[in-house]
């Protein structure tokens, strides 16, 4: 191409230096189908990726029902090794994220805009709402289960004092709380001032971590000892990490005005609530045994020598669902409509017109998306699907999949 005396020369990037030879193959085979039956995705010749590496292992590409069990035995036989789960949303994140540490491993997850619901900051935002609304019954319990707070008090303590028509729980905990909140200096110092010397005083991080490492021993008394410490320990620097974090930034907003207690407590509460920018910051070093879990849109441009494409059966398009088109038309935007509401259906006609190539568009995407998913792999990828694709009906990723033995190499 030639424009403004300038030439342009247009070249495939078909070389993989990542991936071994097996998986080259099985990918070029896989994604050739994919090509024949969805609309909007293209892979042809020019697309076909040629293999640098030599295989060392032979693992590829396999399907295996990612069940309880099967999960364990996959996670103790890739134990320490470079391991990536990846999913679509944040949602599944924190369900693998909590299915694979009910078995008694460690994750590494990756969460968008996290920062103003990660740990820290909630049993922080705790401590402000146990200053400001001292007489809150479920405020007061949370904040005596926090880091900050001594933990005495159990469940079946309150149901064991239950009376009905009485304030019993603000009293039973009346009587373990060993130290005076605010008192002289909230008079003489700025708010965060103190809070800084109650931190200080009380060590939150520190608290945190013995209570996290006798919960790893109470649960999992037969897993490693040295691996559940390390944990603890690595736990214990990214809740202090964030905790300096927050306050940092606590400062940045507010500057030399004196905050109140009740300035910082409605301020976390809209970022609690709304913000999805900040990130938690993270310890990556010393955390070997963790599983790194995350979305595929954050693992682009990564690599790992072993991926877990689990949940592989969720719909891209729900049933029963409010839908709103928006098509540029002429210059002006269209809108087509589907409402489901109190099982009425309303639609417009031009959403009729559209919905199946805006459908057939999101299918394509999801073939992208899941495009990034498996070529981010080294070594071995283990797919939660069935064993044969269905090229007929593609609702979910596991219609565009199939176990390595069926992609010919």
């Not at 060993?178 to 939150?204: C, D, H, M, R």
């Not at 998913?373 to 699907?385: D, E, F, N, P």
Request: charged content about 25%.
């Amino acid at each position: 191409m030639e424009s403004a005396n300038q030439r342009y020369f247009e070249y495939s990037l078909r070389k993989n230096y990542r991936s071994e030879k097996m998986l080259i193959h099985q990918f070029n085979q896989l994604f050739r189908k994919w090509d024949g039956v969805i609309e909007h995705f293209h892979y042809d010749e020019t697309d076909h990726l040629f293999a640098v590496l030599e295989d060392t292992v032979e693992e590829g590409l396999v399907t295996l029902p990612l069940d309880t069990t099967n999960l364990r035995h996959v996670l103790l036989r890739l134990y320490k090794k470079d391991v990536a789960v990846l999913v679509r949303s944040n949602r599944q994140v924190l369900k693998v994220v909590e299915e694979i540490e009910r078995l008694g491993f460690f994750c590494d997850a990756e969460i968008s805009g996290s920062f103003y619901r990660s740990l820290p900051v909630r049993e922080f935002y705790l401590l402000l709402r146990r200053l400001t609304h001292p007489k809150v019954a479920k405020d007061r319990y949370l904040f005596h289960q926090s880091s900050y707070g001594s933990n005495e008090l159990s469940i079946s303590e309150i149901f064991q004092y239950f009376t009905q028509g009485k304030s019993y729980v603000l009293e039973l905990l009346e009587e373990r709380e060993n130290w005076i909140f605010g008192g002289e200096s909230f008079k003489t110092q700025s708010a965060l001032s103190v809070l800084q010397q109650l931190i200080e005083q009380i060590k939150p991080h520190e608290v945190f971590r013995n209570r996290f490492y006798q919960y790893l021993r109470n649960q999992f008394q037969g897993e490693d000892k040295g691996i559940q410490k390390q944990e603890a320990i690595a736990k214990m620097k990214e809740y202090k990490v964030n905790l300096d974090r927050l306050i940092y930034l606590l400062k940045k907003e507010f500057g030399n005005f004196e905050a109140s207690l009740y300035d910082l407590e409605q301020f976390l509460a809209i970022k609690i609530a709304t913000d999805t920018i900040e990130n938690e910051w993270k310890i990556h070093d010393e955390v070997s045994h963790r599983i790194k879990v995350m979305t595929v849109h954050k693992a682009k441009g990564l690599e790992f020598d072993y991926v877990l494409l689990p949940y592989t059966n969720s719909p891209f398009i729900k049933d029963g669902m409010t839908e709103i088109l928006l098509i540029p038309e002429a210059g002006n935007w269209k809108i087509g409509y589907h409402i489901n509401w109190q099982d009425q259906i309303v639609e417009n006609t031009f959403y009729r017109d559209h919905v199946k190539n805006e459908q057939a568009e999101m299918i394509a995407e999801e073939a992208r998306l899941l495009y990034v998913a498996i070529t981010r792999v080294k070594k071995g990828i283990i797919v939660q699907s069935t064993a044969t694709m269905n090229p007929y009906s593609i609702q979910c990723w596991s219609d565009l999949l199939e176990s390595g033995e069926n992609l010919h190499v």
